[in-house]
């Protein structure tokens, strides 16, 4: 009696299979890995973006002159291209306090993308007043906390 070991092996479906199955899973793997550079790139501009507007903002608030202010200009960011700003300047209800509305409008060099920004500050500048409309303010507040103290009282 002759004794016939049986071969075992895979059948042609079961190799199909388990290469569609690995197929699929490269495939997942690998979209996930470019998703996640994509993000990481995103995340790397905006921060470079946010420095460069933080950077701008920075510059033109220490400007001390009002009028060389107000004309606005550019400069040249780190990442940005050239940002382009200028300001609206408006006194505040307090004496030496103003109201300086920042537009900054970035043309990156390499994309060609245009893009705005605006920035609100309040800010105490004594040198930016007007003599007389700082005497007008002080009058006027001193009215009204004048009338509110006789009214509390």
């Known amino acids: 009696m002759k004794i016939y070991r049986q071969l075992t092996a895979f059948t ?4 199909t299979v388990s290469l569609a199955i690995f197929s699929l899973a490269v495939v997942v793997l690998t979209q996930a890995y470019v998703n996640t550079m994509i993000s990481l790139d995103t995340i790397d501009n905006e921060t470079a973006l946010e420095a460069d507007l933080k950077f701008v903002c920075s510059q033109i608030i220490r400007k001390p002159d009002r009028k ?9 960011t780190l990442s940005s291209g050239i940002a382009k700003w200028s300001v609206e300047i408006a006194q505040g209800l ?5 109201y300086v509305t920042i537009y900054i409008e970035f ?4 994309s060609g ?6 920035q609100k500050l309040l800010l105490l500048r004594p040198t930016w007043s007007d003599p007389l409309e700082r005497s007008r303010i002080l009058a006027k507040n001193s009215d009204r906390l004048f009338f509110k103290r006789l009214t509390i009282d």
């Open 68 to 76: 060389l202010l107000e004309n606005g200009g550019q400069m040249e």
């Open 107 to 110: 043309s990156s060099t390499e």
């Open 94 to 98: 307090v004496s030496d306090l103003f």
């Open 12 to 15: 042609l479906i079961e190799v």
């Open 113 to 118: 993308d245009l893009n705005e920004y605006t």
